[in-house]
């Protein structure tokens, strides 16, 4: 990266041993030279294939403090660029010494577990051949060739939120930029790799209290009680068994000791407010007084200290469970999420084309080989919102996709698609064709079914097997949906139903969305099924920019 120009007469384009450049020991055939224009570069001993790794560079880090302070006022700003977690990096051995071309012969990929960069060889290298990178389209000199000459000018790192190497500028097809920035990643290092928790491209929602921890009072959860004092310790067996023959005995009550005895006062709740907002009527043969209201916890006591709270305010039961631990994740499926998101986006900015609604659901084909053959999906489908052209309220996308996922497992390989499941009627209003292939909406057929856009060429055989799991059949059981926009409770409601395993969305919907917004549909109580929710990590000014150049733009009070 050192721009150091030899201006000794006879100096040519070339490698020029009118300076002596340092020796370099490495197995990848490289060494350093110099050369007019570029100061020092990096050159070919021999011929190198392609997809050759030709260096590892361990990366110095300064904080954005130091670096600010210090780091800027020095030459390492002509060497710095940003790290993903907002640090100033600076590449140590070859990484500081490639120049930059337009037509660069060698790539690069950050590898952050390590706090270094994989450099690889874009195309077979000839003897003495240069290697370099792209450095991006805002430089900081003048490139000595033409055909790389663009407007100079300092690059503001402190602006670049988006990491990477210098500053990847607009392009002039800056909304596909930015696709790569939000929907491209993990693309290289090792596949089996784990990629830490904060460097995944989504944030996880905590869906349940086991996942939450009550470890200060304000956290604990609460609710109120009708409770009532014992003035004879022998009416405790007598309220007891009254307490059972009147139906208080409930799993809402489970996690609460029924006695609470404080110096020679002894108390038993009852029933919870919620369950019973009247106070409970006592037998006329028991001499009780009035029953009153009282805060208890919510939920059991999962820590020691969570027990010494809520105790007290009520006796609690201590259930310790082990502590929720997030389903580590590999590049290989962080890359397949980076690639469904990417599906889905495209999907939706296909039916903003047609008119529709920018929304978009996607289903792809599970990651691992497990999921693929318990569910028998081996072939990805997707849907996008039609409440335009088939002018029904009701046609969101989730509602098409499950629709389209119904008729996907109620048909075989090589049969006509079949009617959905009858529990999905009432929910599901898509129109399907009849007997004598007229239908009932304005919709046509082709419309319809680019709609609900499951490719069902070569369904393995396997789809009709009986053996697979009980259950694993069920519409979106096991599987993962992506979306564009968080989806509405309609929607949600309708995934927690198909029994869908996670949702992951780009954009939530502030006054509409049902999983995280204005209510988060598998955190309700009572529900039977939870499935993950997962936020896609997009936001600044960058991001509505791409979200506006791409035309995913909607109101944010439509019910999506």
Known sequence: MEKLTDTSPGAGPGPSSLRKAPEHLNSSGLRIEYVEGKGRGVYACREIPAQTVIEISPVLLFTAAEY???GRHTVLDHYTFKWPDGRMALALGLGSLFNHSQRPNVSYSLDTSSDSIRYVT?????????????????LWFDPVDAMDRVDAGLTDY??????????????????????????????????????????????RLKLTPEEEEEEDFESIRKEDAWVVDLPDPKLAAVMLKWLKQSGFETPS????????????????????????????????????PAPYVVVV???AALTMTSLKLK?????????????????????????????????????AKLAGEKGELPVAAYVPVPHDEETKVATLMYESISAYDTRKSANHPLRHCVINLVRAVGELRASSANSEVKSPAPQLTPIVDVPTPSTDNAWTIPPTAQEVAAALSPSRSGTPSAQLQSEARNGAHYLLTSLTLFMTHEPCVMCSMALLHSRVKEVFYLFPMEKTGGCGSITCVPRLEGVNHRYAVNKWKVGGEKAQEWREQSGLCISDDIDV
């Open 68 to 70: 600010e302070e210090h």
């Open 122 to 138: 874009t195309r077979p290298i000839l003897v003495d051949e240069e290697l370099c990178i792209f450095y991006g389209h805002k």
């Open 158 to 203: 402190a602006d670049d939120g988006w990491g990477g190497l210098t500053n990847m500028g607009e392009e002039e097809d800056s909304g596909s930029t930015l696709d790569d920035w939000l929907l491209n990643g993990f693309a290289d290092g090792i596949p089996e790799a784990t990629v830490p928790e904060e460097q995944l491209p989504f944030t």
């Open 253 to 288: 009550m489970a996690h609460l000791k029924r006695i609470r005895k404080v110096d020679n006062k002894m108390s038993l709740v009852l029933v919870l407010t919620r369950d019973h907002p009247q106070p409970p009527q006592f037998p006329e043969t028991i001499d009780l």
């Open 297 to 299: 916890p919510k939920t």
């Open 311 to 347: 105790s007290t305010l009520w006796p609690t039961i201590y259930a310790p469970r082990k502590k929720f631990e997030s389903e580590p994740w590999s590049r290989s499926k962080a890359r397949w999420a980076c690639e469904a998101m990417k599906e889905v986006v495209r999907l």
